[in-house]
């Protein structure tokens, strides 16, 4: 437990055997669980996290947010936290990431990145993508220098039924956030945290490309369900149910 809380450690995994090793020697003591979802992978994912005594669900739709789903809801703890399986992200900050949650009283907490290392020609335009993503994200919905494609996010249980994301791919990821943070029913927040992006353990399922142009329509398109959401909510306000 931390802060008095039961802790749920959720690590949507895709052939990450590499990565998921190495991240479930480091986890810190005070997590309660740990789940791995595996999400069709073909190597020893599955394997590998049950050795470690981890609860291995599968997953077989393929798809980020269909993997973080399936996650979220297996889950028992009062605070979930998820992180990609590819050992990228700081495991031993979980400790510091829902302390800060539960003291501070957020519903929903993002980590921001902070990259390690002198970054690669590959590297360099990944930043520089996601840059264009946080600006556009900025822009559209007025949320200052949120790190839409962070892996490493955390929620309190009661506040998930609040959240309704449908999104099964890579868009799962800002969709979540940005119904946190534009919530007026929610706290959510934002930590700055080390990332290892290169060397990465194993394979990037990553398509930088088609990824990022996929991931900067749908923005625009979640700008529109927003736009409708908040308008029909001030309409019931004003006007009351419809007969």
Not at 39 to 60: L, Q
Not at 144 to 158: E, I, N, V, Y
Request: with cysteine.
């Amino acid at each position: 437990m931390i802060e008095g809380k039961r802790v749920s450690l959720i690590l949507p995994c895709l052939d990450e055997e590499n990565g998921l090793r190495m991240l479930l020697k480091n986890i810190p003591s005070a997590v309660d669980e740990t789940i791995v979802v595996d999400n069709g992978s073909t190597d020893k994912t599955a394997a590998i996290g049950r050795e470690a005594g981890a609860r291995v669900v599968h997953e077989p739709r393929r798809g980020y947010g269909r993997a973080c789903l399936r996650g979220l809801t297996e889950a028992r703890g009062e605070i979930l936290v998820v992180m990609d399986g590819d050992g990228t992200y700081p495991v031993n900050r979980v400790e510091t990431v829902v302390s800060k949650m539960v003291r501070e009283k957020y519903d929903f907490l993002v980590t921001r990145r902070l990259p390690l290392g002198t970054p690669s020609i590959r590297s360099r335009l990944r930043r520089l993508g996601c840059y264009v993503l946080d600006q556009t994200a900025r822009l559209l919905f007025g949320i200052p220098r949120m790190d839409t494609q962070s892996g490493f996010w955390a929620l309190r249980r009661s506040a998930l039924p609040l959240l309704g994301p449908g999104s099964p791919g890579m868009s799962f990821s800002e969709e979540i956030k940005i119904e946190a943070f534009t919530r007026k029913d929610m706290r959510a927040g934002q930590w700055i945290v080390e990332y290892r992006g290169e060397p990465r353990p194993g394979t990037s399922k990553l398509r930088p490309f088609r990824d990022g142009l996929s991931t900067f329509l749908f923005l625009w398109i979640q700008r529109g369900r927003h736009f409708l959401r908040i308008h029909g909510e001030e309409h019931h306000k004003n006007h009351g149910p419809t007969q």
